[in-house]
Each structure stands twice: as structure tokens, then as C-alpha cells.
């Protein structure tokens, strides 16, 4: 993967003239059929995260940057992996073609500390998303876009409360990332019963679902499961059902299978952080800062969540969850 974002990103930057100064609705239309709404030069932003393989939150958040990209008249490069150095790897490769902007996600920071000032000190405008706002502007980052993990994790634990729950697991699918621990931290705080972390191995469903059986099992007690990630919430659910348990599941994050499941009632809410605007903003402020030195937020996070959806939200949502942009 390396070796082709390299080549990606050592494409020659072509110039283009386009629909820039019309009406905003002309450059809407010119933006979703594909073409540039701007006359501004072709630059190359890379974006860079710690998505693992299948993980359709991250397919929501590229969904957004594309779009603003095709918008902006950006080449737009997307490089990801769960291991951190590797993570570190793709963003050396970027610095090394030259980018003209990176956004990278910090699951955990301090694996890519060094190679971010290295960004930084050459010139290139970073951009950090959805993982490790505290760090962001430590690092040099020009803002950081994404949800505040501790606020959604108090978000969570203030919910379970208003539902009547007294005992709670928080189930954690990647050792290590501070967002992760920062949620969980963050519903214990507010939860007027007792919550429990559980950690699993994310990059095993099958495990995921035996861990997460096995305790429920083993701890009749609970009643509310709360997974990190949409992809783990049908699977709790499994787990659920074949322990016999009447838990509550619950999740962080949207996609079509937890709106299904919220309007079934096979779960109880769902915290949306809204990726699109992450991926979407990310790149249109990369391009505002390059072309009119605009930066936003003021040395704070640009917020995109937290936002509770229950069955009546995700209805109203489905048309958007369908074509994959919530």
C-alpha cells in the first residue's frame, strides 16, 4: 500500500479552471456530478487514518473528503491501517511526494508525534479527525475535527441513566486507542450504576461475540451492553441472544445496519458523530486554509457530535444512511 500511495501521490498536479464566483446552487451541481466548483490550482491532500480493513465508519468519512475533493479541485490520496507505525509510514510517504495538505487521524498519538512535526516543519498544512483532539494542536495542527470522546462517553452514561440501567459493560475493540478509554471514561463518569470494561479482539467477530456472551453469562446482572463502533452492535446482539441476556444494546456510531436494528428495537440508541462532516470538512478546510489562510475553531475542536439517535431519529435518517453519507 505504501508503494501505491507513493505513486499516487507523485502524479504530476494538473491545473483546471472551472465554475468558481457562481451561485452557491451552480456549484452544488458542479459538485455532484464530479467536477470542480473552484478555479483554484489541482493541490494533493492526503488523508491518513488508523481504519482497520472493513470498517464502513471509515467508508462514510472517505465518502465526505471525495466529495469535498471533487468539489475543491483536490487530488485527494486516502491511505490507512490499525497499526500505528504504519499509520506513521503512509504520513512520511506523504511528506516525502511533496503534498500540499494531510489529515490524519491520532487513535495513538504518540506514534505519530515525531512524523507530524516532521509534516509541519516542511510546510504542509495538517489537519487532524476524529481521534486525539487533545494532542491536535501540541502536534501543530491547524484544528482538529471530530467529536469531543469524553463529552459522547458522558453523553452515553447520562442516557443509560434516563433508561432506568444499572449495570453496564462498555466493550473496547482496540487496546490502546485513547478515544476508546476516553468514551468509556467518559459514560462511567455520568452512569448513575456501575459500568465495566470489557476488551476484546476487534479484528475477531467471532471472538468479539464470545467474549461478550461469556460475560453476560457469567453476569446476569448486566443489563446494557455498549459497543465502540457500528460494526460491533449486531454482533452484541448475537452475543445477547445467545446468552439469554434481556441487556440493552447500545452503540457509538451509524450506519444502515444499526438504523435497521434501532427501528427493530434490537437496539436502544446509537451515538451518531456524523463521519461525512468529518471526511467533508477536513478537506474543505484544508482547501480554505491554502487558498484564503482561513482557519477555523479557534484553537478548539470543530465539533461534529455527539448526537443520540433512537428509532424515531433513524427513520428520518434512512434516506441518508442509504446512500452512505450518515
Known amino acids: 500500500m505504501g508503494a501505491v500511495l507513493a505513486t499516487v501521490l507523485g502524479a504530476s498536479l494538473v491545473g483546471c479552471s472551472s465554475t468558481g464566483g457562481k451561485r452557491a446552487e451552480e456549484r452544488a451541481k458542479a459538485a455532484q456530478a464530479g467536477r470542480p466548483a473552484v478555479s483554484t490550482p489541482r493541490w494533493t491532500f492526503a488523508m491518513v487514518t488508523h481504519a482497520g480493513d472493513g470498517d464502513t465508519f471509515w467508508d462514510i468519512v472517505q465518502k465526505g473528503a471525495k466529495e469535498a475533493a471533487a468539489k475543491d479541485n483536490i487530488n485527494f490520496v486516502y491511505a490507512h491501517d490499525d497499526q500505528a507505525q504504519q499509520q506513521a509510514q503512509f504520513v512520511q510517504n506523504a511528506i516525502d ?33 476524529n481521534s486525539g483532539s487533545e494532542q491536535s494542536a501540541e502536534y501543530g495542527a491547524l484544528t482538529h475535527i471530530g467529536q469531543d470522546e469524553t463529552i459522547a462517553g458522558e453523553s452515553v452514561g447520562t442516557e443509560l441513566t434516563e433508561r432506568g440501567r444499572k449495570k453496564a459493560v462498555c466493550v473496547l475493540h482496540e487496546q490502546g486507542n485513547v478515544g476508546h478509554e476516553q468514551r468509556c471514561a467518559g459514560a462511567k463518569k455520568t452512569f448513575g450504576g456501575v459500568m465495566e470494561n470489557l476488551y476484546v479482539e476487534g ?95 479557534g484553537g478548539r475542536p470543530v465539533l461534529t457530535g455527539p448526537q443520540i439517535v433512537t428509532a424515531d431519529e433513524a427513520g428520518k435518517l434512512e434516506e441518508f444512511i442509504k446512500r452512505g453519507s450518515r
Open 97 to 129: 511526494q511533496k503534498v500540499d495538505g494531510i489529515v490524519v487521524s491520532l487513535a495513538k498519538p504518540e506514534a505519530l508525534k515525531d512524523v507530524i512535526a516532521k509534516a509541519v516543519k516542511a510546510g504542509i498544512p495538517v489537519i487532524t479527525v
Open 203 to 297: 479484528t475477531n467477530m467471532p471472538s468479539v461475540q464470545a467474549a461478550v456472551q461469556a460475560k453476560l453469562q457469567a453476569d446476569p446482572s448486566v443489563d446494557a451492553i455498549v459497543t465502540l463502533g457500528a460494526p460491533f452492535a449486531p454482533t452484541a446482539v448475537k452475543a445477547k441472544d445467545a446468552a439469554g441476556s434481556k441487556a440493552e444494546v447500545d452503540t457509538f456510531d451509524l450506519n444502515a445496519s444499526v438504523a435497521r436494528d434501532l427501528k427493530s428495537g434490537a437496539l436502544g440508541f446509537a451515538v451518531d458523530q456524523q463521519p461525512y462532516l468529518q471526511g467533508y470538512e477536513a478537506i474543505d478546510l484544508l482547501w480554505l486554509y491554502r487558498y484564503n489562510a482561513n482557519v477555523l475553531g
